[in-house]
């Protein structure tokens, strides 16, 4: 079945460093790509996403390119702020219609804490 | 103002009790979802709803019961055969290939 694995962590740091959060994925077909974000108690924003191969998905500083080649979708920013700090999700969405149903799979989360 | 509203927020069940968790939509979506999320982990599916007065499990259904009579509304329940409720529960709606959640629902036991 479909599987994403997402670089343990916590991540820790400092205000202005360069963040990479490493995800690969196992799955047949063609699937989509999401980064989402979790606050504490809050549910899941969409932060970006992906939907073909080479596809580079952006927002707020933060990217992510659909690596078919080595089943990745890792995601970075140049410059993370205190407000980043959060639960980072990756997971990837079957394709919806026919037989399938949109379902999302999801990695196990990362911690990223970022100190002034 | 578009979204996903999840009430309530926080929900304390007793044992062998039934508790219905709220979702409502206003995004005009088809599909909707609900997950279970534990401490440290992912999302787990629990049921999911392609349309209107039909629903399908996930892949932790047993112990929660869905009905989808409206559009707009697709309430969970929890109920007494589910033996670890205690978690995190979010809802969401579909458009295309992405989901938007709600703020989430936390359960609780006393």
């Known amino acids: 079945g479909d599987s994403v694995t997402q670089m343990e962590g916590p991540v820790t740091l400092s205000e202005e460093a360069f963040l990479t959060i490493n995800c690969t994925y196992t799955?047949?077909?063609?699937?989509?790509l999401f980064w989402y974000v979790q606050y504490p108690g809050e549910g899941l924003q969409l932060l970006l996403k992906a939907t073909k191969a080479d596809d580079k998905g952006s927002n707020k500083g933060f990217e992510a390119t659909y690596r078919k080649e080595t089943t990745s979708f890792h995601l970075e920013k140049g410059s993370v702020q205190v407000s980043d700090s959060a639960v980072y999700f990756c997971?990837?969405?079957?394709?919806?219609?026919?037989?399938?149903?949109?379902?999302?799979?999801f990695g196990q989360g990362t911690i990223l804490t970022v100190h002034p | 103002d578009g979204g996903i509203t999840q009430s309530p927020k926080y929900l304390f069940r007793k044992e062998g009790q039934n508790v219905t968790l709220s979702c409502e939509q206003n995004?005009?979506?088809?599909?909707m979802y609900w997950y279970r999320q534990d401490p440290g982990q992912g999302l787990r599916l629990i049921y999911y709803?392609?349309?209107?007065?039909?629903?399908q499990k996930g892949d932790i259904a047993e112990g929660y019961s869905v009905s989808r009579e409206k559009k707009e509304s697709f309430p969970l329940t929890v109920t007494s055969a589910q033996k670890n409720p205690t978690a995190f529960y979010l809802c969401a709606s579909r458009f295309q290939e992405t989901q938007y959640f709600g703020p989430g629902t936390r359960l609780l036991v006393l």
């Open positions: 997971a990837l969405s079957d394709e919806a219609g026919g037989t399938s149903y949109g379902k999302l799979t």
């Open positions: 709803s392609q349309i209107v007065n039909d629903f």
């Open positions: 995004l005009n979506h088809d599909a």
């Open positions: 799955a047949t077909g063609y699937p989509s």
